[in-house]
């Protein structure tokens, strides 16, 4: 029998469409994948600011994970979480589906500046889940927060990305699309193998949201496939770029 493409996508809403869980929807819906969805949060935004976030129920959210659990998954994409029990519960989750590739997209940030984490929590997230996930997928800033190394250049995201998997991180992925410089640099960071991935910059798009959410469930898609990381990172990578490119530099 063909196996089922459905991944399960943990995390936030984001009322105007563009962040959170209706990215992640889209992007693998382009991906011919199903996804089962478990609400963690509830955000109202604009693309301007965040105006409130509500923690969902812990039970409805248990509840959320056991008919993802019904319907079956073959990877997990985890976004907002947004308090010590979403962490928590998520954590005895992974721990009962310790085979499943799945990727931390430690959103702590909107475009817009809002704070989506307290720091509290941010240290908590790393503490619980960082040991438990395939891949872990920080931009600088994230990355500077959970290595507390500034990361400004090339060798400060090596550095950076060191750290990180020296707090038990099995692989990470720093992105490096917000320093400045003529070309976006990428680095994964493996046990044994460090890449770099280079792609020149696209014009910057007012409102174009959501792409860290669609990156790392690009990953979650082809992990599900049983594609190795560094293809499933260079697949992602392509995907959002065309996103990015497909957004209106005007809009
Ligand atoms: N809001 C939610 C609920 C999110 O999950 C995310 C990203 O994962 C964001 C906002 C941040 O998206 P952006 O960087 O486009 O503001």
Known sequence: MKKARRILLIGGTDSSGGAGLSADKEISFQLHFAASI????????????LLVTHPVPDDALR???????????????????????????????LLRHPTVPAVLDPVFQTSSKAELHTEETKDFLVSELLELVSLIT?????????????????EDLEVAA?????????????KGGHLSGETCLDLLKQPTKTHYLEHSRLQARPIC???GCRLATAIVCQLSD??????????ANEMVRDYIASTPEGS
């Not at 509840?63 to 005895?92: H, Y």
């Open 63 to 93: 509840a959320q994970l056991k008919c993802a659990e019904q319907m079956g998954f073959g990877a997990i994409k985890i976004g907002m979480l947004p308090n010590r029990q979403s962490i928590a519960t998520v954590r005895d989750f």
């Open 38 to 49: 478990a609400v963690a949060a509830i955000t109202a935004q604009t693309d301007q600011s």
């Open 226 to 235: 049983g594609k190795g990381l560094l293809k499933s990172v260079k697949k």
């Open 138 to 154: 920080p931009n600088a800033m994230e990355a500077e927060l959970i290595s507390g190394v500034s990361c400004k250049n090339k």
């Open 162 to 174: 060191e750290k990180i998997m020296s707090l038990g991180a099995r692989a990470v992925l720093v």
């Open 209 to 211: 949201r959501g792409t």
